[in-house]
């Protein structure tokens, strides 16, 4: 079950989707989705992962951690809870 924390958009440039600390990605092309930290520190989360097309995942990061995807993909803040 997801709780939606906005619309979902196509990113293709740095974003921090809302400072969201979780996210849906559906990959509409195969591309990288890359999460770096904001101003150049350091994160856990920062990383990049491939994803062929129609693939769909959930990612946690930190909320001022930007997402970027090298193809359009369709992201949504979701709700985090563990």
């Keep these: ?3 939606l924390k906005g619309s979902s958009a196509n990113i293709t440039t ?3 989707i809302g400072l969201a600390s979780a996210v849906r990605i559906r990959a509409t092309n195969a591309g990288n ?3 770096a930290a904001a101003g ?3 994160s856990n989360y920062a990383g990049v992962i491939a994803l062929v097309a129609d ?3 959930t990612l ?3 909320p001022t951690d ?3 995807c090298s193809a359009a993909m369709s992201v949504v803040a979701i709700g985090y809870h563990y």
């Design 60 to 62: 946690a990061k930190q």
């Design 14 to 16: 740095a974003s921090n």
């Design 55 to 57: 693939e769909v995942i």
């Design 1 to 3: 079950m997801l709780q």
């Design 33 to 35: 989705v890359t999460v």
């Design 40 to 42: 150049g520190g350091t």
């Design 66 to 68: 930007t997402i970027t």
